[in-house]
């Protein structure tokens, strides 16, 4: 957690600053090299120095512009570490096909045929994503789904409701993310022997019902009614739900990786201080010796 702070560049550049600032102050003490790294650490971490050490006017500058630059950083850095600890970090989300095929996640359902209208497609990305389709039986997905390592097929019903398999009920729904970019779109349609006396009638009566809603409303009624609507609630809502959640305090679980190094560091300065003052102590009998 020390490290998330910054960034993977952020901490490149950091470590260029260290060094430039080193450099200026080998050159402001006319190319000496005495404390210059131990010195320039401590002004980054806006530690006091002894003032005895800066009796020119050209290491007086140096070190002031290494004391601004010391304080932002100081600055950045507590702010970034006290977000670290207090906002919930998430990795980067699947949003797209794109990133299911290069996370290589594991899509999953009961039956083939969510990928009958996939299987065909001659666009690699796709075929790579038919490939990682798996099936297996509601007891093993309802089990996988606190695993957070698969994904489930669901389907966008014309309302803005969801078919949602039953093996994913509404505590393991919290921790999935509905994906931005859908895999397909297909219609339902009514098939029709041909040249069928009815099937001009058909089309009029599906142009009314579309017309008039009624599609829209009973596909509302039976959501409502037979649908978990807790679970469809969080699906809809998945991608803002992380909007509203609120800064968690910090407690003893959230900095015990900081307690634990700084245990490491004091046991090894006791074991360096132990062992320094057997090392003086023999040295002085070897001596009187």
């Known amino acids: 957690m020390p490290l998330l702070p910054f960034s993977i560049y952020m901490w490149v550049g950091l470590l ?4 430039y600032e080193a450099f200026s102050l080998f050159v402001a003490q006319h190319f000496s090299a005495k404390k210059i790294f131990l010195t320039t650490f401590g002004i980054m971490i806006t530690q006091s120095q002894n003032e005895s050490n800066f009796k020119s006017w050209r290491i007086r500058s140096v070190v002031g512009w290494m004391m601004l630059t010391g304080l932002v950083l100081d600055n950045a850095y507590g702010g970034g570490l006290a977000s ?5 970090r998430y990795e980067p989300s699947v949003d797209t096909i794109q990133d299911m095929v290069d996370r290589k996640v594991t899509w999953a359902a009961t039956h083939d045929a969510w990928v009958f209208s996939l299987s065909a497609s001659q666009d690699p990305l796709i075929k790579q994503l038919v490939r990682q389709f798996h099936i297996y039986e509601p007891e093993e997905l309802k089990r996988l789904s606190f695993t957070r390592k698969v994904a489930y097929s ?8 969801f078919a949602i398999g039953e093996y994913i009920d509404d505590k393991a729904v919290h921790h ?3 994906l931005v970019q859908d895999f397909y779109y297909e219609l339902c349609v009514v098939m029709m022997r041909k040249s069928s006396p009815y099937t001009l009638q058909m089309n009029k009566h599906i142009g009314r019902l579309h017309e008039s809603g009624l599609m829209l409303a009973w596909e509302r009624q039976i959501a409502l009614s037979l649908l978990n609507y807790k679970v469809q609630i969080e699906v809809k809502l998945s991608r803002s739900k992380r909007d509203v959640e609120t800064i968690e305090p910090i407690s003893f679980r959230l900095v015990l990786g900081v307690f634990v190094l700084y245990g490491f560091g004091v046991v090894l ?11 003086n102590k023999r040295r002085k009998s070897n001596s009187r010796v």
């Open 269 to 279: 300065a006791t074991i360096a201080f132990l062992g320094e003052i057997i090392w």
């Open 154 to 161: 669901v389907e966008r019903l014309p309302a803005g409701y």
């Open 16 to 19: 260029f600053t260290f060094i």
């Open 84 to 88: 670290t600890f207090t906002v919930p």
């Open 176 to 178: 999935f993310t509905i």
